[in-house]
């Protein structure tokens, strides 16, 4: 009976695991066959999505230890964060003279403005006898409103801008500059651009908190220039600047810090370098200014003319004294009539003159443009 009892409880045991054994195989039964029942397009997109978020983890910048997001130390926004931020100060003092513009700093024979103009316009003409200086025509592509301009000499439609404005950059720091810094800043071809002079006019001597190019897509560049002009001098920017110039780099995220090749070509040099055909020169007729000889005998003498040009008469046997010359008018560039002033030259009907023409001087050429006593604007 003992026997019997106990091999009834292991059968008892044996039934009862085989039990649990199948409710475990139609558990897992189960879960096969709803496996088997989820799209696969469900499937895929599960896994494209495990794997985009695998990408972005790997490929995402991680903070810096601070928790602020890292910045390209290449960029624009970087060397902006290098400035220092002031307000600014007064113009006390200020005079667009002590800047020396327009000065030959870099000693090749051109003055700065005709430097800028050649590295700027394409399609360049050059006047006669400047020595490769002087640009008489070209063409501008604007960098502040791309519009295309031909350039009109006797109207004056293209300028030189200083990128930061020299009363700008006065309140900013560089009315502590020597003068040397001075001169170095107003003629350095990083801070000059050759624009429309409508637009130069509109700037004025605004910074960046109060004027922008009209056009959007040019203001990261020109904000760029500014900060690596402002870092070169160390000039400081104000709390409203700093906000223009972050919120302008916010739609060019990682634009990078101006580097560009901003050097001046050669004399000479340029964009389809052509030299204007200088027009003939009529040689004017020299007055005769020999002496006259009177009749024969004791009474005969000689005819001298004195400095007022008017004729007095010299006995015989004595001798005549030389005529003191004129003193000699002041040389011009032209080699021709001469006109003491501006006025004069107005007076004469002979304003404006051009390089080469009759009259012509560089001293009453006082913006270096090779046109003499222009009319007043």
């Known amino acids: 009976m003992m026997g019997k009892k106990q091999s009834s409880k292991s059968s008892c045991l044996g039934s009862g695991c085989l039990g649990c054994g199948g409710r475990v195989f139609l558990l897992i039964l189960f879960l096969a066959i709803v496996g088997s029942c989820i799209p696969d397009d469900h499937k895929a ?59 030959d700093v870099d000693r090749n024979g051109c003055d700065t403005r005709n430097d800028i103009l050649r590295r700027d316009l394409t399609n360049i003409v050059l006047g006669a006898d400047t020595n490769g200086c002087v640009v008489v025509a070209g063409t501008l592509v604007s960098p502040y409103t791309n519009d295309t301009i031909d350039m009109d000499r006797e109207n004056k439609n293209i300028d030189i801008d200083h990128v930061v404005p020299l009363a700008a950059a006065w309140r900013s720091g560089a009315n502590k500059f020597s003068e040397e810094q001075r001169v170095q800043f107003a003629n350095d071809p990083l801070n000059l651009l050759a624009v429309e002079s409508s637009v130069n006019k509109q700037k004025k001597d605004q910074d960046a908190s109060s004027w922008l190019p009209i056009r959007e897509d040019v203001r990261c560049a020109y904000v760029a220039r500014q900060i690596a002009v402002k870092e070169k001098y160390q000039l400081t920017v104000t709390p409203q600047e700093k906000s223009v110039f972050v919120r302008v780099l916010s739609t060019c995220q990682g634009y990078q810090a101006f580097t560009a090749d901003t050097s001046v070509p050669a004399p000479g040099q340029g964009d389809h370098v052509t030299v204007e055909t200088p027009e003939p020169q009529v040689q004017e007729p020299i007055a005769d200014t020999g002496t006259e000889s009177g009749g024969s005998g004791s009474d005969a003498g000689n005819w001298s003319s004195d400095d007022a040009g008017s004729a007095a008469y010299v006995p015989d046997n004595q001798p005549v004294a030389p005529a003191v010359p004129a003193e000699p008018a002041p040389a011009d560039d032209s080699g021709s009539a001469y006109y003491k002033n501006c006025a004069a030259a107005r007076a004469a009907g002979a304003a404006p003159i051009h390089r080469g023409e009759p009259g012509y001087r560089s001293e009453l050429d006082r913006d270096g443009d090779g046109i003499a006593c222009e009319s007043k604007r």
């Open 45 to 103: 997109s599960h896994d494209e999505a495990t794997a985009q978020s695998s990408s972005v983890s790997t490929s995402t910048a991680l903070p810096s230890p601070t928790g602020t997001p890292t910045i390209d130390p290449h960029s624009a926004l970087a060397h902006l964060m290098l400035l220092t931020v002031a307000e600014n100060g007064d113009d006390q003092g200020y005079d667009r003279g002590l800047f020396g513009w327009k000065n």
